[in-house]
Nanobody, 123 residues
Framework: HVQLVESGGGSVQAGGSLRLSCASSEPAFSRRCMGWFRQAPGKEREGVAIIDGAGRRTYADFVSGRFTISRDNARKTLTLQMDKLTPEDTAMYYC??????????????????WGQGTQVTVS
């Protein structure tokens, strides 16, 4: 049973930055497509960014160059650096692992192993 544990959320002012981390217990982490997702109150969960084992990244349009997803395969850690935050970025942020061997879509239904999430609040 793979566990994903997010950390690093908090409250910041608009224009500020946060760095989210996700620790994985999966032995095959280095080969796994990983992603960050978020869900605001009353809204659907949406994909933020994904990264494959080789480091190829895909971002949601709303990221607009403000966020950077990265991974440390040796430490089995996924990271999301978020800069220039706006109130619209306020949400619970989750990391997840893609269930199959692909890594081309931000569709959350293709992902699983959801952690407990970490809250990001921008005012």
């Amino acid at each position: 049973h793979v566990q994903l544990v997010e950390s690093g959320g908090g409250s910041v002012q608009a224009g500020g930055s946060l760095r989210l981390s996700c620790a994985s217990s999966e032995p095959a982490f280095s080969r796994r497509c990983m992603g960050w997702f978020r869900q605001a109150p009353g809204k659907e969960r949406e994909g933020v960014a994904i990264i494959d084992g080789a480091g190829r990244r895909t971002y949601a349009d709303f990221v607009s160059g403000r966020f950077t997803i990265s991974r440390d395969n040796a430490r089995k850690t996924l990271t999301l650096q978020m800069d220039k935050l706006t109130p619209e970025d306020t949400a619970m942020y989750y990391c997840a692992r893609r269930r199959d061997g692909y890594c081309y879509s931000l569709e959350s239904l293709a992902f699983g192993g959801w952690g407990q999430g970490t809250q990001v609040t921008v005012s």
